[in-house]
């Protein structure tokens, strides 16, 4: 397995696993057949409401510990310095683990929510710049955040976020902001990398899909990889799971690499940092 190196020295594997909407049997059972397959990166949320399950999921497992890396997210309702550090501890004990690899920021505290949106991202980040260095959490990251959170952030920040985890797909794949944030040596993560079902029955990816003897959804997860992005892909299906980490033995070409990202756009959610809650 590929990994990227963060910018604070700490690995993670390229390829993970998602488990956004995966609750109570089915999402430990998941986690279970994800481990066994070969993944080493879990993702989760408070907002997942799945915390527990895939805590068991990776004790039952029988993986060590440390081979493993969990992500959970700070929801946008407990931004500020108490309530990221309240909403942590919360996450950690429902995990049932001595640490986080990897906490985000879900969103942005955005000027139509906050009066001062700047000062209370400053004041969530401070309070995980100490859980950091407490070694509560390996890596603090952010997800969601476009440059102009980002650009605020730096001006308090003692630490630069390792990761930013946005919308990236065939059809809606945010070029601007990921160079951005390769720039500021950011690692980027795809979340809803198959654009909410809408790559399937498109006749360019299938075309691909079908010169490379892989499904499109290899072909998508391959074109997020080839972009040097993370990618976190869900499925509770055990035949799903096992593919969508078989990106390894095959390559797209640069011709492949541009029809896909020319493609219009598909598959956007809607959900847009500056305006939350409500989508475009």
């Not at 068991?56 to 407990?78: C, F, H, M």
């Amino acid at each position: 397995m590929k990994e990227i190196i963060l910018n604070d020295g700490n690995k993670i594997p390229i390829a993970g696993f998602g488990t956004y909407k995966a609750n109570e049997e089915e999402g430990v059972q998941s986690v279970i057949n994800a481990l066994a397959n070969g993944y080493r990166l879990i993702d989760t949320a408070a907002k997942y409401e799945n915390e527990e399950a895939v805590g068991k999921g990776i004790k039952a497992s029988g993986i060590p510990r440390d081979e493993i890396v969990v992500t959970t997210k700070l929801w946008r309702e407990n931004l500020g310095y108490e309530t990221a550090k309240t909403a942590f501890e919360e996450s950690l004990n429902k995990l049932g683990l001595d640490y986080i690899d990897l906490y985000l920021v879900h969103w942005p505290a955005n000027a139509r929510n906050y009066k001062n949106w700047q000062n209370t991202n400053a004041e969530t980040w401070r309070a995980m710049e100490e859980l950091q260095a407490e070694g509560k959490i390996k890596s603090i990251g952010v997800s969601n955040f476009w440059q102009e959170h980002l650009e605020a952030l730096f001006e308090t920040a003692k630490v630069i976020p390792a990761v930013n985890q946005i919308e990236f797909h065939p059809g809606y794949w945010q070029p601007e902001l990921t160079a951005y944030c390769k720039k500021k040596g950011i690692a980027v993560e795809s979340w809803s990398p198959l654009a909410r079902g809408k790559v399937f029955g498109n006749d360019v990816l299938e075309e691909i899909a079908n010169a490379h003897n892989k499904s499109v959804s290899q072909i998508c997860l391959r074109w997020i990889i080839q972009h040097d992005v993370i990618v976190i892909p869900k499925s509770n299906t055990p035949k799903r799971i096992k593919e969508n980490i078989n990106l390894f033995d095959f390559e797209l070409t640069e011709i492949e690499m541009k029809q896909i990202n020319d493609l219009p756009e598909m598959g956007f959610s809607g959900e847009l940092p500056n305006i939350w809650p409500d989508r475009i």
